[in-house]
């Protein structure tokens, strides 16, 4: 019988081999699956995990797929080590493509070097905005910021439909619920010429350095874990939770909106009813898959991306659904989460000997 | 532009099978919560659900077999979150949205083949006599058994949960679970049969989805469902009867945004649809601002693990 032993201490080592095993698990559970349903496995795994990085151009689809996500999920990271369990960062996005989308529409047709960092800046402050309604709910009126921030969700998602149905529709677009195409100095610089590698990757980059210095180096990175770890002693510590709280919200809706305004000037290059395929939610996975560590997240953030274009290579090769991508991310978050309990509890074979240790009670069985 | 009585008879109608799948998924869910502990995983049950239950009934012919298929998949992923979450203690938001994340790919990758074929849908049943009675005859009692069921399913957990002694077990493992667990109570297996429950629930929203609702089946085709249903349990305040009323709300607000046009109302579809998302904010306002009498029946450890050695 397998049963589960508390360790004394939380195993490092297993916090980096945990999302490896998760990886390796998920893959073989993707070619089980794939061999069920009838799909050639080797060529599944070929158009899934190969073909798409195969050429420079694929490899520069990861840096715009993984951009995204990276950047949300450091941020994210940081506020789930305060316990602060944002989970909006997609209205968060879309807001941020709103605003910036918005002031690129009004400098239409203006050609300075002016209009593309107010973009930014309005992409920023409509995330911080939108982030900024939870965080105030939260230190206000004490609700909980899972339920909110996740409802915003969705009425950004609607807002964004209003828009584009409307104020911001193409006034020479056939009434499709679209904008204009963004004007060249709206849109971001590409950074590999005959690609669609954006800025945006370096702005990600940055981030990850922010994310860095900011939990490892200062002091606010240190009372957000203390608060995150033991919120008992980071008051005492004189901590106030309050800030914390709305510094990881605010912090996550302007990396979220920058993220929003990157997917609208970078890639797409026009507000649309959808602006993103899920990066917000992905980008919990990737925070986790990260280990809640900037450094670790730009691995995830790559991996995540790969699963992005994997599904629409499959797609194109194997005729699947999209959808599938979401198979393998949702499994590779399952068993992630399974295997990260190797790092509180010790595997072992054999009865469990309540008689002569009680404390063996305290590993969950099986 | 006049209004007669069939109008508001047809109208009724698509309000009560918009707000089915809602009542199912929402009571489930709020069994779920009553124990302790947050699913965000709904919207994959649904569609796993929704997949299933359309192919078996497909299949066999049968849509009593084609519920209980829909049902049984709700409820096997709601086994995998129950085990990561209870057994294996993991977080329950992260696990919820990989559950989702997952169900709306495997839900989209079974179907596949499913795309396109029709379904005469799950046959209607007149009640004897009462369905004769003009109106409130055709509104009430000439629908699909699983209408009739999602009001017998609202009586019966509102009942459970106040009056059984299982009911308060379930209700005392939500609110203190140390407590409970300190009387003997089995703390984990209440949970478990608690989200294996949401699950069933989770399972049969969907099969009313793509059995009664459309019928067919189309990726993703709960559409946010999930997530309203979430809402609505808060919004419900954890109460079985404002459940129901609050399904009800939310399903004739995504109806009447339908009809607003031909009455001539010109609002915004987009903002109707905000609608249940922005009154689930303010009543989670209301509620969770201390002292709100409103607040009696939220269970205290929602969302939090249990350490039986704590």
């Known amino acids: ?366 | 532009m006049s209004i007669d009585s069939s109008m508001l008879v047809m109208i009724g109608l698509t309000i009560i099978s918009a707000a089915t799948p809602l009542v199912f998924a929402a009571i489930g869910e709020l069994v779920v919560e009553k124990s302790g502990v947050l699913n965000l995983g709904v919207e994959g049950m649904m569609l796993a659900g929704a997949v299933s239950g359309f192919a078996v009934a497909h299949l066999t012919g049968s849509a009593l077999l084609g519920v209980l298929t829909g049902v049984g998949a709700g409820m096997l992923l709601a086994l995998i979150f129950a085990f990561l979450t209870l057994s294996l203690r993991a977080s329950q938001v992260a696990t919820g949205l990989a559950l989702t994340i997952f169900g709306i790919g495997l839900s989209a990758l079974l179907g596949q083949p499913l795309i396109g074929i029709a379904y005469e849908g799950i046959p209607n049943y007149s009640v004897p006599y009462l369905a004769d009675i003009p109106v409130l005859g055709q509104l009430l009692f000439q629908n699909d058994l699983l209408v009739y069921g999602s009001f017998a399913l609202v009586l019966a957990v509102s009942l459970f949960l106040k009056y059984t002694q299982a009911g308060l077990i379930v209700r005392a493992v939500g609110d203190s679970p140390d407590a409970a667990h300190a009387l003997g109570y089995p703390v984990l297996r209440v949970r478990y049969l608690a989200t294996l429950f949401g699950g069933a629930c989770a399972g049969l929203a969907g099969c009313y989805l793509s059995m009664a609702y459309a019928p067919m089946w189309a990726e993703s085709m709960s559409a946010g469902r999930g997530w309203i249903a979430l809402a609505l349990v808060v919004f419900a305040t954890w109460r079985p009867g404002r459940l129901l009323f609050g399904a009800y709300f939310f399903g004739g607000i995504t109806i009447l945004q339908l009809h607003a046009q031909a009455f001539g109302i010109i609002v915004p579809s987009q903002l109707m649809s905000m609608l249940p998302y922005i009154a689930t904010i303010a009543v989670l306002v209301l509620i969770s601002s201390t002292g709100s009498s409103l607040r009696r029946n939220a269970p205290a450890s929602i969302g939090q693990a249990f350490h039986p050695t704590k």
């Open chain 1, 1 to 366: 019988m397998i049963r589960l032993q508390p360790r004394a201490e939380p195993s490092k080592l297993m916090g980096y081999i945990a999302p490896l095993i998760a990886l390796v698990i998920t893959l073989l559970s993707g070619m089980v699956l794939f061999a069920l349903l009838g799909v050639p496995v080797g060529a599944a795994f070929y158009a899934f995990f190969i073909e798409p990085v195969s050429s420079l151009y694929g490899l520069s689809e990861l840096g715009v797929k993984a951009a995204p996500l990276i950047m949300i999920a450091v941020a994210l990271s940081i506020g789930y080590r305060a316990n602060v369990w944002n989970i909006g960062a997609e209205g968060q996005l879309i807001l941020g493509g709103i605003c910036g989308g918005a002031v690129a529409l009004y400098f239409y047709e203006v050609d300075a070097w002016y209009v593309l960092p107010l973009m930014m800046l309005a992409g920023v402050i409509g995330g911080m905005l939108w982030a900024a309604i939870p965080a105030l709910l939260r230190t206000q009126f004490n609700a909980n910021e899972i339920l909110t921030s996740l409802m915003l969700t969705y009425i950004a998602g609607l807002l964004l439909s209003l828009l584009v149905h409307g104020p911001l529709r193409d006034p020479d677009g056939f009434n499709f619920p679209e904008s204009r195409l963004l004007h060249d100095a709206a849109t971001l610089p590409i950074i590999m010429q005959g690609t669609r590698l954006h800025i945006g990757a370096l702005t990600a980059l940055f981030i990850v350095v922010i994310g860095w210095v900011l939990l490892s180096r200062t002091m606010l990175g240190f009372a957000l874990k203390v608060n995150g770890q033991a919120p008992n002693a980071g008051r005492y510590a004189g901590f106030t939770q309050n800030r914390l709280i709305w510094f990881s919200l605010l912090f996550c809706g302007a990396c979220a909106g920058l993220a929003g305004l990157n997917e609208v000037a970078g890639p797409i290059g026009q507000l649309l009813p959808s602006i993103s395929p899920g990066y917000g939610f992905t980008a919990i996975i990737v925070a986790f898959l990260g280990r809640l560590h900037p450094v670790g997240v730009v691995f995830a953030g790559l991996v995540m991306a790969l699963s992005y274009l994997g599904g629409e290579s499959a797609q194109i090769s194997l005729n699947l659904p999209v959808a599938v991508t979401g198979v393998f991310q949702g499994m590779l978050l399952f068993f992630l989460l399974a295997a990260d309990v190797l790092i509180n509890y010790r595997v072992v074979w054999g009865r469990a000997r309540t008689a002569r240790r009680p404390s063996s009670e305290h590993g969950a069985s099986l």
